[in-house]
T-cell receptor, first 112, second 116 residues
Framework: GESVGLHLPTLSVQEGDNSIINCAYS??????FIWYKQESGKGPQFIID?????DKRQGQRVTVLLNKTVKHLSLQIAATQPGDSAVYFC???????????FGTGTRLTVIP | ETGVTQTPRHLVMGMTNKKSLKCEQH?????MYWYKQSAKKPLELMFV???????ENNSVPSRFSPECPNSSHLFLHLHTLQPEDSALYLC???????????????FGQGTRLTVV
């Protein structure tokens, strides 16, 4: 399945399939990006980050891709599991800012 | 467990009450944040403290009053709140509030606030 980020706030995938969650940003001064996962009743939890001088970074079962030309960020989850069901937020840091700016999030539902 | 602890987890208060939310971080970070999370909205930054000094106040109504007595503790004092203030209030900490390096923020579990 594939999400177009803020325009499609929910994404449903079959267990075992790959998930792609997208995020668009608008500020060219954004220098650092993070993906967070938030499960019901919990605070956001760090998944993976990437700096603006990179275009790809891999973690365990997750990959973040950054396309600065079109200001687009994606999170790929391989072999999605039921425990991956959560809301996923992208966050960006802008040079000189004191904080992170968050998107509205995409709810990922994994169908067993 | 992220190393950021918030209490209480749930709070119901009347519009004339005064209450406080508490946040404690055990990570040795030098910046702490309050965020508000409402349904179907992005996380809204409320306050940022760096080295115990407030460096950002995002046009938050005066009925919310933060306090940072030391680098490990952050409070949010609440008084005469409105029903629309009901939300999940999240505390976070990070090692550096700006720029490069590990600016990852670690979040607490949040306090679910209901104003009646």
């Amino acid at each position: 399945g594939e999400s177009v980020g803020l325009h499609l706030p929910t994404l449903s995938v079959q267990e075992g399939d790959n998930s792609i969650i997208n995020c668009a940003y608008s500020n060219s001064a954004s220098d650092y990006f993070i993906w967070y996962k938030q499960e019901s009743g919990k605070g956001p939890q760090f998944i993976i980050d990437i700096r603006s001088n990179m275009d790809k970074r891999q973690g365990q079962r997750v990959t973040v891709l950054l396309n600065k030309t079109v200001k687009h960020l994606s999170l790929q989850i391989a072999a999605t599991q039921p425990g991956d069901s959560a809301v996923y937020f992208c966050a960006e840091h802008q040079t000189g800012a004191n904080n992170l700016f968050f998107g509205t999030g995409t709810r990922l539902t994994v169908i067993p | 467990e992220t190393g950021v602890t918030q209490t209480p987890r749930h709070l119901v208060m009347g519009m004339t009450n005064k209450k406080s939310l508490k946040c404690e971080q055990h990570l040795g970070h030098n910046a702490m944040y309050w965020y508000k999370q409402s349904a179907k909205k992005p996380l809204e930054l409320m306050f940022v403290y760096s080295l115990e000094e407030r460096v950002e106040n995002n046009s938050v109504p005066s009925r919310f009053s933060p306090e940072c007595p030391n680098s490990s503790h952050l409070f949010l004092h609440l008084h005469t709140l409105q029903p629309e203030d009901s939300a999940l209030y999240l505390c976070a900490s990070s090692q550096a509030p700006t720029g490069f390096g590990d600016t990852e923020a670690f979040f607490g579990q949040g306090t679910r606030l209901t104003v009646v």
